[in-house]
């Protein structure tokens, strides 16, 4: 039982570009949600999914773009990267049935640098 | 989800208990309050929920008064290790997380 899986670990990338940072889990969640959190800061909700084929918009979606065609994915893209786009990105999921926000688990992240 | 507030930074020394309180004055009837924790370079994991009164577990203890307006986080006896971020969430399971800036608590030997 590996969790929440995120890949890469990390990455640069050139100002323009673009890519996809996976996220997988393997426990039947039906929630799944994308952060960012930058130096000393809280986590940023980026975008969220209460099941495949449902997304929706969190704090700061400007720039990114998520799909879930599955319930065991939710890759978030990069369109074009910016420097301020330089962050480490969480996902997490969990379960729908739980009371309250008890539930979560998160990947290790992935850590992008825009240059 | 209810807006919390909390203090930003603690310090403490190994051995000594730390409380933590978070504000929420806006709470729902159907919120819980969950805290989370946060070691460096590492995702946020669980460490305490509550409804009311108080609930404790292996790692931590959660007091909320009868008016669950805020909450009280107390690590017993504290250790270099629990030097971590810890973030006060509430609200019910609707697929996201709001978190705030959390409070860093650094414990010194």
């Known amino acids: 039982n590996a969790g929440v899986t995120q890949t890469p670990e990390f990455q640069v990338l050139k100002t323009g570009q673009s890519m996809t940072l996976q996220c997988a889990q393997d426990?039947?969640?039906?929630?799944m949600s994308w952060y960012r959190q930058d130096p000393g800061m809280g986590l940023r909700l980026i975008h969220y999914s209460v099941g495949a084929g449902i997304t929706d918009q969190g704090e700061v979606p400007n720039g990114y773009n998520v799909s879930r065609s599955t319930t065991e994915d939710f890759p978030l893209r990069l369109l074009s990267a910016a420097p301020s786009q330089t962050s480490v990105y969480f996902c997490?999921?969990?379960?729908?049935?739980?009371?309250?926000?008890?539930?979560?688990?998160f990947g290790s992240g992935t850590r992008l640098t825009v240059v | 989800l209810a807006k919390t507030t909390q203090p930003i930074s603690m310090d403490s020394y190994e051995g000594q208990e730390v409380n933590i309180t978070c504000s929420h004055n806006n709470i729902a009837t159907n919120d819980y309050i969950t805290w989370y924790q946060q070691f460096p370079s590492q995702g946020p994991r669980f460490i305490i929920q509550?409804?009311?009164t108080k609930v404790t577990n292996e790692v931590a203890s959660l007091f909320i008064p009868a008016d669950r307006k805020s909450s009280t986080l107390s690590l017993p006896r504290v250790s270099l290790s629990d030097t971590a971020v810890y973030y006060c969430l509430v609200g019910p399971n609707t697929g996201k997380l709001i978190f705030g800036q959390g409070t860093t608590l650094q414990v010194k030997p």
């Open positions: 997490a999921s969990s379960p729908d049935r739980d009371r309250g926000l008890r539930g979560y688990t």
């Open positions: 426990m039947n969640h039906e929630y």
């Open positions: 509550g409804y009311k």
